[in-house]
């Protein structure tokens, strides 16, 4: 037998509300009996837990949590998708264009409670939640233990897959069929779409840019970067990265505009800052890239991060989108 995690052990529940005397004189046994019954499994109901796996171990969490905290940037999104609304959240995740306008409308009722590198502990206890969702990494392991005197808290990975920590945060609230249903229509949806646009997706190497605001310099993502998950999973051919370049998504690099020629090996170009691109409308290097020439420079979408599979279909939206237009 496991033994019941504090905070749920310390939460109250509600009793059942006493009879008068009289009315119970007037009860028979029988009926009565029934009420202790009835009142058993309410107190059952609410004090119901599950073992699930989270990215530390194993964790003791509500069956049925009613009050979430989500103090990273990803875990809100895929709540909203399976019917939750977390209560508190990470600040920033309501602001126009950090995700689709669905869970930004969603999550506006939601008490800020978190950046990445802090988390109101004293916020998070006024809100009195039946279960905190927190970066595995998170930097201060004693606000950390402080959140799990508070309720149970669930660990998620923010660097690793970006489904898996889907998955595994609907698993925390009991709501795995749910994602997975939503898993097996984006899987579905991107197939489809890999398939349809199989030849442009050959032919054209894709490379996704940041274009620095501050200096003449830019940086590609790759394939595992926060800006690519929907093209991976179209399985798209990216533009290898040229020396000087980051070769894995936990590296970075700034090239200079003068070498702007490494980009002749992409027949696709995302820009996420497209409102930089005033600044190459007379560079010979930009202008000479097959990408350029070919007309296949386009914005990359105002949320490209996918944190959770119905904000994966809307990606999906974009790159078909996107695709249609290279293909004609």
């Known amino acids: 037998m496991h033994q019941k995690h504090p905070a749920l052990a310390a939460k109250k529940h509600p009793g059942i509300k006493l009879l008068s005397w009289a009315m119970m004189l007037t009860l028979s046994g029988s009926v009565l009996a029934g009420c202790g019954a009835a009142g058993e499994e309410s107190e059952t109901a609410a004090s119901a837990t599950r073992i699930v796996t989270d990215a530390t171990g194993e964790v003791e969490v509500p069956s049925d949590p009613q009050r979430v905290v989500s103090t ?196 696709i170009l995302l820009v996420l800052e497209d409102e930089q691109l005033e600044r190459y409308k007379n560079n010979p290097l930009w202008n000479s890239l097959p990408a350029v020439k070919a007309g296949n420079v386009f914005a990359w979408n105002d949320s490209p991060a996918t944190s959770s599979f119905e904000w994966g279909m809307y990606n999906l939206d974009s790159v078909e989108n996107i695709l249609k237009q290279v293909k004609n």
Do not use: C
């Open 72 to 267: 990273d940037f990803y875990s809100s999104s895929l709540l909203v998708d399976v019917g939750i609304i977390p209560v508190g959240t990470m600040q920033g995740v309501t602001e126009p264009e950090s995700r689709p306008q669905k869970y930004i409308d969603a999550l506006q009722g939601a008490a800020e409670i978190s950046t990445y590198a802090e988390i109101d502990v004293e916020k998070i206890l006024e809100l009195d939640p039946d279960l905190i969702i927190v970066d595995s990494e998170f930097s201060d392991p004693e606000t950390v233990k402080r959140l799990e005197e508070i309720a149970p808290s669930f660990k998620v990975d923010v660097n690793g897959d970006w489904d898996d920590r889907a998955l595994s945060v609907a698993d925390a609230v009991n709501q795995l069929d749910t994602a997975k249903q939503q898993q097996a229509a984006f899987e579905q949806r991107a197939a489809q779409i890999s398939q349809d646009y199989r030849d442009v997706l050959e032919q054209n190497p894709l490379g996704i840019l940041s274009l620095n605001p501050n200096e003449a310099t830019w940086a590609g993502y790759t394939p595992t970067g926060w800006a690519s998950p929907a093209w991976v999973a179209v399985d798209a051919q990216f533009r290898e990265p040229t020396d000087g370049e980051a070769k894995e998504h936990d590296q970075w690099a700034w090239i200079s505009d003068e070498l702007l020629e490494k980009l002749d090996n992409a027949g």
